[in-house]
């Protein structure tokens, strides 16, 4: 199974800044088919991007993705106050044994 | 509107049996991977189980032997058969679309919260 681990646990940046969060595999992810999901207290995820760096429907361009192999970023150029939330890496090389993230969160300095 | 919902969640003891329905509407669950996803309380996300489009199924090494993904064509409904739970299994439980085009879950639904206690 691959293990993916995001750092850092915990981030605290005000609106307007940039935030990078990453994730690292265990091994490489076979096809670069690494997702990140944003999850907001008491709702369910929603995807943000899918194959390492394509945005998903309706998520706007100052979420970008990149990376490839074993090593993932997931960027958000400038911070509206709706982007403090739980974000999750989660990649689907494997398939069908998937594995997520332990989560990265978000918080307002 | 292409929407999950999930029903079915409560308080049940250990050693219990629970099923979980996920009525899918705006697309055929039939026609999809569809997956369930569980989040234990303050914990972050663990996939659990997929049920592929050929009727091929796949779990999570710790519930295999112990939950069943199974759907029903004419309800548009997938389904989490769960027995011999323990407290471990306590979660908010979601269904979610696998898109195998994106290689993601897309479509979430709202989750509902599966107790295990005495």
């Known amino acids: 199974e691959i293990v993916l681990t995001q750092s850092p646990g915990t981030q605290s940046l005000s609106p307007g800044e940039r935030a990078t969060l990453s994730c690292r595999a265990s091994e490489s992810v076979g096809g670069n088919y690494l997702a990140w999901y944003q999850q907001k207290p008491g709702q369910a995820p929603r995807l943000l991007i899918y194959g390492a760096s394509s945005r998903a429907t309706g998520i706007p361009d100052r979420f970008s993705g990149s990376g490839s192999g074993t090593d993932f970023t997931l960027t958000i150029s400038r911070l509206e106050p709706e982007d403090f939330a739980v974000y999750y890496c989660?990649?689907?090389?494997?398939?069908?044994?998937?594995?997520f993230g332990q989560g990265a969160k978000l918080e307002i300095k | 509107e292409v929407q999950l919902v999930e029903t079915g969640g409560g308080l049940i003891q250990p050693g219990g049996s629970l099923r979980l329905s996920c009525a899918a509407s705006?697309?055929?669950?039939?026609?999809?991977?569809m997956s369930w996803v569980r989040q234990a309380p303050g914990k972050g996300l663990e996939w659990v189980s997929v049920l592929h489009t050929s009727g091929s199924t796949y779990y999570a090494d710790s519930v295999k032997g112990r939950f069943t993904i199974s759907r029903d064509n004419s309800k548009n409904t997938l389904y989490l058969q769960m027995s011999s739970l323990r407290a471990e299994d306590t979660a908010v439980y979601y269904c979610?679309?696998?898109?195998?085009?994106?290689?993601?879950?897309?479509?979430w639904g709202q989750g509902t919260m599966v107790t295990v206690s005495s």
């Open positions: 979610a679309r696998d898109n195998p085009s994106f290689k993601a879950f897309d479509i």
């Open positions: 705006g697309f055929t669950v039939s026609s999809n991977y």
């Open positions: 989660h990649q689907y090389g494997s398939s069908p044994m998937y594995s």
